[in-house]
């Protein structure tokens, strides 16, 4: 024990004191905090989507816990969330790789869905076998029963392009017994996943109503010129237009069927019909166009949401998945707060939980939520839902649509 | 219905072909195969629509400044980017693949920029966005003013090629530069010249785009996929060549549109793309090298 002096040992023991005291100082930091990982498209051509729909929602959603305090758990105390975010540069594989980062090494306690219903689908078994919850929300597929059975944490909340086929035939059925619009419809859709599936679900719903579809034609993914299609349906005979169709193709034949002067009685578009940038699109006279999704637009509960989302975003949510995420989120919230971070329970939780959103009480049906709006009209200025007509807070579709 | 055709396939065609055009000077004179050049028409679009929106200044006038900011950025980004890569490929070929792989990387360089400044959101603008009738057919009057452009810009610029020293000089670099400088031609500042010319052509493209059409921060390399299918097949660095595709393709389009299925534009492009390489690999006005 040479050489051992006492001032070398209070040196030691000092230092030793302060380690383990750092550490655990470390350790309760650690655990007043909740780590959210996502991996999101910051750039490529989902970048978009994910910009509109899902980006502004997870950091809205954030701020507003942390602003309260944090995530309230099970024992009433409340953490912080901590944020481990990655660009999937719209590759299925940057994606993969950066969730699997996300589960072992960030070792993040929860991890919200990427946009898009491709990227969702390509997460989903990594997902469930790291025991993930995955509250997929801007995922359209009909399989979404087959999904929730295979991989039993994940959870569909945008339904399934059958649904918001019948929903938009339903309606026009409606005008068409009043004897507001004929039994004609020209149809277009895009040669991509979406709009082959609402197309495949609309030809047998259209015809099973009475109708007669007089232009059926499909266009390749990138088409920017619509005249051709436009003057082909202008000159059908048709009282309603109807496209399945992205943003880029919503804007384009909004465009070209004002500057051709075409007016038919029902305009219906898919997405992108209820973003907020739409009215500008359409220089201001969107009054009457129908397209995919919509909100309770009276709602205090929307509203709040909507003027929250405009502070903190600088712009308005979309009216048809944008509430949907936001509110997956509320549910994500409270669910944590009743079973904790525990992952089994959470998703148990999640699947028979009834849960208050700014989309209003939300219970899912085999993982599932089925409460959705299928078809909405820009009605004075706002985005309404239109059907089902029978949900409460039902706007009644104006039909004929006022000339552009 | 033929009438229809014609018109709506030749306005989309002079659209096509106004955004090829600089693409293919580029590539003839500088020798640069820029992947990045949706997104420099894009920066452009994005430029007119902010100065719209900003200080309401209607894009027709900020056309010419658009143009000549256009030109400058190409100056520098050659001087900058490509002179290094000019002078380390020599007589080889590999300028075509540096500038390739450079290109790529500014691609996403401009993407982010985009993102950054603009957001992923969609972006539009009205601007004369209505009917005009053309022999009975309505036509969108912005869409007629990009047709305009084109005519104007690239009748210009064949007739400059042609008659003018400028354009000998150019088509001198363009056939051999490597006997360019036999004769005294400064080709280094021919080829930037060429670059930034193109460039000024992206910008006008874009701008004439941001009136009618919508776009985001991520949708250039749906701009540099036309441009670069017409220019191939136009005959590489060939300006009347890239007009005449242009065109061709528009009318293609319309009429595959209209009397076949919409649905089979594109492969209906490609098809004819793949012919045009199977009989004519030097395009359809090219020289036989």
């Given at each position: 024990?040479?050489?051992?002096?006492?001032?070398?040992?209070?040196?030691?023991?000092?230092?030793?004191?302060?380690?383990?005291?750092?550490?655990?100082?470390?350790?309760?930091?650690?655990?007043?905090?909740?780590?959210?990982?996502?991996?999101?498209?910051?750039?490529?051509?989902?970048?978009?989507?994910?910009?509109?729909?899902?980006?502004?929602?997870?950091?809205?959603?954030?701020?507003?816990?942390?602003?309260?305090?944090?995530?309230?758990?099970?024992?009433?105390?409340?953490?912080?969330?901590?944020?481990?975010?990655?660009?999937?540069?719209?590759?299925?594989?940057?994606?993969?790789?950066?969730?699997?980062?996300?589960?072992?090494?960030?070792?993040?306690?929860?991890?919200?869905?990427?946009?898009g219903t491709g990227?969702n689908l390509?997460?989903a078994?990594?997902?469930?076998?790291?025991?993930?919850?995955?509250?997929a929300v801007t995922a359209v597929t009909d399989k979404a029963p087959e999904f929730a059975?295979?991989?039993?944490?994940s959870?569909w909340l945008l339904g399934g392009g059958h649904d918001y086929?019948?929903?938009?035939?339903?309606?026009?059925?409606?005008?068409?017994?009043?004897?507001?619009?004929?039994?004609?419809?020209?149809?277009?859709?895009?040669?991509?996943g979406f709009?082959i599936d609402l197309?495949?679900s609309?030809?047998?719903?259209?015809?099973?109503?009475?109708?007669?579809?007089?232009?059926?034609?499909?266009?390749?993914?990138?088409?920017?010129?619509?005249?051709?299609?436009?003057?082909?349906?202008?000159?059908?005979?048709?009282?309603?237009?109807?496209?399945?169709?992205?943003?880029?193709?919503?804007?384009?034949?909004?465009?070209?069927?004002?500057?051709?002067?075409?007016?038919?009685?029902?305009?219906?578009?898919?997405?992108?019909?209820?973003?907020?940038?739409?009215?500008?699109?359409?220089?201001?006279?969107?009054?009457?166009?129908?397209?995919?999704?919509?909100?309770?637009?009276?709602?205090?509960?929307?509203?709040?949401?909507?003027?929250?989302?405009?502070?903190?975003?600088?712009?308005?949510?979309?009216?048809?998945?944008?509430?949907?995420?936001?509110?997956?989120?509320?549910?994500?919230?409270?669910?944590?707060?009743?079973?904790?971070?525990?992952?089994?329970?959470?998703?148990?939780?999640?699947?028979?939980?009834?849960?208050?959103?700014?989309?209003?009480?939300?219970?899912?049906?085999?993982?599932q939520?089925?409460?959705?709006?299928?078809?909405?009209?820009?009605?004075?200025?706002?985005?309404?839902?239109?059907?089902?007509?029978?949900?409460?807070?039902?706007?009644?579709?104006?039909?004929?649509?006022?000339?552009? | 219905?033929?009438?229809?055709?014609?018109?709506?396939?030749?306005?989309?065609?002079?659209?096509?072909?106004?955004?090829?055009?600089?693409?293919?000077?580029?590539?003839?004179?500088?020798?640069?195969?820029?992947?990045?050049?949706?997104?420099?028409?894009?920066?452009?679009?994005?430029?007119?629509?902010?100065?719209?929106?900003?200080?309401?200044?209607?894009?027709?006038?900020?056309?010419?400044?658009?143009?000549?900011?256009?030109?400058?950025?190409?100056?520098?980004?050659?001087?900058?980017?490509?002179?290094?890569?000019?002078?380390?490929?020599?007589?080889?070929?590999?300028?075509?693949?540096?500038?390739?792989?450079?290109?790529?990387?500014?691609?996403?360089?401009?993407?982010?920029?985009?993102?950054?400044?603009?957001?992923?959101?969609?972006?539009?603008?009205?601007?004369?966005?209505?009917?005009?009738?053309?022999?009975?057919?309505?036509?969108?009057?912005?869409?007629?003013?990009?047709?305009?452009?084109?005519?104007?810009?690239?009748?210009?610029?064949?007739?400059?090629?042609?008659?003018?020293?400028?354009?000998?000089?150019?088509?001198?670099?363009?056939?051999?530069?490597?006997?360019?400088?036999?004769?005294?031609?400064?080709?280094?500042?021919?080829?930037?010249?060429?670059?930034?010319?193109?460039?000024?052509?992206?910008?006008?493209?874009?701008?004439?785009?941001?009136?009618?059409?919508?776009?985001?921060?991520?949708?250039?390399?749906?701009?540099?996929?036309?441009?670069?299918?017409?220019?191939?097949?136009?005959?590489?660095?060939?300006?009347?060549?890239?007009?005449?595709?242009?065109?061709?393709?528009?009318?293609?389009?319309?009429?595959?549109?209209?009397?076949?299925?919409?649905?089979?534009?594109?492969?209906?492009?490609?098809?004819?793309?793949?012919?045009?390489?199977?009989?004519?690999?030097?395009?359809?006005?090219?020289?036989?090298?």
């Open positions: 024990m040479s050489g051992f002096s006492r001032r070398a040992a209070l040196r030691a023991f000092s230092a030793g004191a302060a380690m383990v005291l750092g550490l655990q100082a470390g350790a309760a930091a650690a655990q007043d905090k909740v780590t959210i990982g996502y991996a999101v498209a910051r750039t490529g051509p989902n970048a978009t989507g994910a910009g509109i729909t899902t980006i502004p929602n997870y950091e809205l959603w954030v701020d507003t816990v942390n602003k309260a305090g944090g995530l309230k758990m099970p024992d009433g105390s409340q953490k912080m969330i901590e944020v481990v975010e990655y660009d999937n540069r719209s590759s299925n594989e940057d994606l993969v790789r950066s969730i699997e980062r996300l589960a072992s090494q960030d070792k993040v306690d929860l991890i919200l869905p990427p946009w990227s390509a997460i078994p990594l997902m469930a076998k790291f025991g993930y919850p995955q509250l059975k295979r991989w039993d944490r959870f086929a019948n929903g938009l035939v339903e309606v026009l059925a409606k005008a068409r017994d009043a004897g507001t619009i004929n039994d004609k419809v020209a149809v277009v859709s895009v040669a991509d709009g197309i495949k609309a030809r047998p719903a259209f015809e099973d109503a009475g109708f007669e579809l007089v232009y059926d034609k499909t266009y390749p993914l990138g088409t920017s010129d619509f005249a051709a299609i436009m003057s082909e349906a202008q000159g059908s005979g048709a009282d309603s237009f109807v496209a399945f169709s992205y943003p880029p193709g919503s804007f384009g034949m909004t465009k070209t069927a004002q500057s051709m002067n075409y007016n038919p009685k029902v305009f219906y578009i898919s997405v992108g019909g209820a973003f907020p940038i739409y009215p500008g699109v359409a220089d201001g006279k969107a009054e009457g166009v129908m397209a995919i999704g919509g909100v309770d637009a009276d709602s205090p509960a929307i509203q709040d949401y909507f003027a929250r989302h405009t502070e903190f975003v600088g712009t308005p949510p979309d009216s048809w998945a944008s509430a949907i995420t936001y509110a997956s989120l509320e549910m994500l919230a409270q669910a944590v707060e009743r079973a904790g971070l525990n992952h089994e329970a959470l998703a148990n939780a999640l699947s028979t939980g009834t849960f208050q959103t700014v989309v209003g009480d939300v219970t899912l049906e085999d993982n939520l089925r409460d959705l709006w299928w078809v909405g009209q820009w009605q004075g200025g706002s985005f309404r839902a239109v059907n089902p007509s029978d949900k409460a807070g039902a706007s009644a579709p104006v039909i004929p649509k006022p000339e552009w | 219905m033929l009438t229809t055709t014609l018109i709506l396939g030749l306005v989309l065609g002079g659209t096509y072909a106004l955004l090829a055009l600089g693409l293919t000077l580029q590539y003839g004179i500088a020798r640069i195969m820029n992947l990045a050049y949706g997104e420099l028409t894009l920066l452009a679009a994005f430029l007119v629509v902010a100065l719209f929106q900003g200080v309401g200044l209607s894009p027709l006038l900020s056309l010419p400044a658009i143009a000549v900011a256009g030109y400058g950025l190409g100056w520098v980004l050659y001087q900058v980017m490509m002179r290094p890569l000019v002078a380390r490929s020599g007589a080889s070929g590999r300028l075509e693949i540096d500038s390739i792989l450079a290109t790529f990387g500014l691609l996403f360089l401009i993407q982010g920029v985009l993102l950054l400044l603009f957001g992923a959101n969609f972006t539009s603008i009205s601007y004369l966005d209505r009917g005009v009738n053309v022999f009975g057919v309505s036509v969108a009057l912005n869409r007629l003013i990009a047709f305009g452009i084109c005519v104007v810009v690239g009748g210009a610029l064949v007739v400059a090629l042609k008659k003018t020293r400028w354009g000998l000089i150019m088509r001198a670099v363009a056939l051999t530069p490597g006997s360019a400088p036999l004769v005294g031609i400064d080709t280094n500042r021919v080829a930037r010249q060429g670059f930034a010319l193109g460039t000024a052509l992206a910008a006008v493209a874009g701008a004439s785009i941001s009136m009618y059409q919508t776009f985001s921060a991520t949708g250039g390399v749906v701009f540099t996929m036309k441009a670069l299918v017409i220019v191939i097949m136009g005959g590489v660095g060939n300006v009347p060549g890239a007009l005449a595709a242009g065109f061709a393709l528009g009318l293609i389009e319309t009429f595959v549109a209209t009397a076949i299925d919409p649905g089979l534009t594109l492969a209906a492009t490609f098809a004819i793309f793949l012919l045009v390489l199977l009989w004519r690999p030097q395009g359809l006005f090219g020289a036989r090298s």
